[in-house]
């Protein structure tokens, strides 16, 4: 897709001059998207960034990263210029409809923009990072991650369950089976934490002991590992996310009980692997949320995106329980830190104008 064309996060065979901050279709690698619907099944996935996710054989090195091995290594100072040239040049917003025929409509999520071709849907992950219900700035090459990362995953859990995607051509881009979207966001999660108004550690520490139907016990602390991961849903709301029940799910229709219970062992089964995962590579998956839609055929489908660094929480396994034992925060290579620069600056939730991200915030997020 040449209407997509962006650097890559080897800079060194990319120059500059391939970005494009707003996707447009001027120079048209496909005319029509009518040629969706003679794609063949999609039986593999790009080949995963060597960024997001080191070799299996790297594992046992990769246990022992620590946040002093990110900020000193070589490959920061190889990719940290092209970041830092990229500030003003995001992927931020796309626009097709005028340009590519066949396109019906456009949905502008928080992060994805998405373009209804009739069977299919095209999904172009943008840059735009979101946090709070709104959109906090734009984070160099944080679309191609997101996406990158998201296929990597998708290809290697389809032993637990079916995923929506057909093809991927381009890295911000995925071509998706359409599907009928629960309305419910299924959030995972192994340990007492967070900062929005949904987290878990922020509701703890109000007094709620009983949260989206699981009951906590006194005495936790914060970035404790829970006993046993544990599923708290919430609704897709068009400006707020809210908490909601299995109950409630069931009773309000969002679901049949059917539906809620495949997905639900659905989540729990790919949360639990990824946490596998993440273990061997040294990082801990510490909660993400899934999405699943249902197919013409009735089954239920995987969607969306992924244990991305965007939908979860990672921490460095490393340095964990030192500094759990220490009362300090963990190491994390996500968004969190540039969540809670906001939280101590403004009140994301109400300010109607947010300070801007400073820029070596937005670098180093960018980073990691």
Same mark, same amino acid.
């Given at each position: 897709m040449a209407q997509c064309v962006r650097s890559t996060l080897t800079p060194s065979r990319t120059p500059q001059s391939l970005f494009t901050r707003t996707v447009s279709a001027k120079n048209q690698a496909f005319a029509s998207v009518s040629f969706l619907r003679t794609l063949p099944e999609f039986k593999g996935y790009p080949k995963q960034c060597s960024v997001v996710m080191s070799c299996q054989g790297n594992a046992q090195r990769q246990?022992?990263?620590?946040?002093?091995?990110?900020?000193?290594?070589? =490959?920061?100072?190889?990719?940290?210029?092209?970041?830092?040239? @990229?500030?003003?040049?995001?992927?931020?917003d796309t626009n097709l409809l005028e340009t590519v025929p066949g396109l019906k409509s456009r949905i502008k999520g928080k992060v994805r923009d998405i373009y209804d071709a009739g069977d299919y849907l095209v999904l172009i992950t943008t840059d735009r990072l979101s946090a709070f219900d709104r959109n906090l700035a734009s984070i160099p090459f944080k679309g191609q991650v997101l996406n990158e990362t998201s296929l990597w995953w998708f290809n290697n859990t389809q032993h637990i369950t079916p995923n929506a995607i057909v093809s991927s051509p381009d890295r911000n881009v995925v071509i998706a089976k359409k599907c009928s979207v629960f309305p419910i966001e299924f959030v995972v999660r192994g340990?007492?934490?967070?900062?929005?108004?949904?987290?878990?550690?922020?509701?703890?520490?109000?007094?709620? =002991?009983?949260?989206?139907?699981?009951?906590? @016990?006194?005495?936790?602390?914060?970035?404790?590992?829970?006993?046993?991961?544990?599923? $708290?849903?919430?609704?897709?709301?068009?400006?707020?996310?809210?908490?909601?029940?299995?109950?409630?799910?069931? &009773?309000?229709?969002? !679901?049949?009980?059917? &539906?809620? &219970?495949? #997905?639900? !062992? %659905? #989540?729990?089964?790919?949360?639990?692997?990824?946490? =596998?995962?993440?273990?061997?590579?040294?990082?801990?998956?510490?909660?993400?949320?899934?999405?699943?839609? %249902?197919?013409?055929?009735?089954?239920?489908?995987?969607?969306? &995106?992924?244990? $991305?660094?965007?939908?979860s929480r990672y921490w460095l396994a490393g340095s964990y329980e030192e500094r759990f034992r220490k009362g300090l925060e963990p190491e994390n290579v996500d968004k969190e830190f540039l969540r809670l620069w906001f939280k101590e600056n403004c009140n994301p939730y109400e300010d109607e104008v947010l300070p801007a991200a400073p820029a070596e915030l937005v670098t180093e997020l960018a980073w990691r």
């Amino acid at each position: 897709m040449a209407q997509c064309v962006r650097s890559t996060l080897t800079p060194s065979r990319t120059p500059q001059s391939l970005f494009t901050r707003t996707v447009s279709a001027k120079n048209q690698a496909f005319a029509s998207v009518s040629f969706l619907r003679t794609l063949p099944e999609f039986k593999g996935y790009p080949k995963q960034c060597s960024v997001v996710m080191s070799c299996q054989g790297n594992a046992q090195r990769q246990q022992q990263l620590s946040l002093d091995d990110l900020v000193t290594s070589n =490959r920061k100072g190889e990719v940290l210029g092209t970041i830092q040239d @990229s500030l003003s040049n995001c992927l931020s917003d796309t626009n097709l409809l005028e340009t590519v025929p066949g396109l019906k409509s456009r949905i502008k999520g928080k992060v994805r923009d998405i373009y209804d071709a009739g069977d299919y849907l095209v999904l172009i992950t943008t840059d735009r990072l979101s946090a709070f219900d709104r959109n906090l700035a734009s984070i160099p090459f944080k679309g191609q991650v997101l996406n990158e990362t998201s296929l990597w995953w998708f290809n290697n859990t389809q032993h637990i369950t079916p995923n929506a995607i057909v093809s991927s051509p381009d890295r911000n881009v995925v071509i998706a089976k359409k599907c009928s979207v629960f309305p419910i966001e299924f959030v995972v999660r192994g340990y007492v934490t967070g900062s929005t108004d949904t987290s878990l550690w922020t509701v703890y520490k109000k007094g709620v =002991r009983n949260y989206c139907g699981n009951a906590l @016990s006194d005495g936790l602390v914060k970035n404790q590992k829970l006993p046993a991961n544990i599923l $708290t849903p919430t609704t897709k709301a068009e400006d707020h996310d809210v908490p909601i029940s299995p109950t409630e799910i069931v &009773e309000g229709g969002f !679901m049949t009980q059917a &539906e809620f &219970e495949e #997905a639900s !062992m %659905k #989540a729990l089964s790919l949360f639990e692997f990824g946490q =596998r995962v993440a273990k061997e590579h040294g990082v801990i998956l510490v909660d993400t949320k899934y999405e699943f839609g %249902k197919s013409s055929d009735g089954s239920i489908l995987l969607i969306d &995106e992924i244990h $991305t660094p965007d939908s979860s929480r990672y921490w460095l396994a490393g340095s964990y329980e030192e500094r759990f034992r220490k009362g300090l925060e963990p190491e994390n290579v996500d968004k969190e830190f540039l969540r809670l620069w906001f939280k101590e600056n403004c009140n994301p939730y109400e300010d109607e104008v947010l300070p801007a991200a400073p820029a070596e915030l937005v670098t180093e997020l960018a980073w990691r």
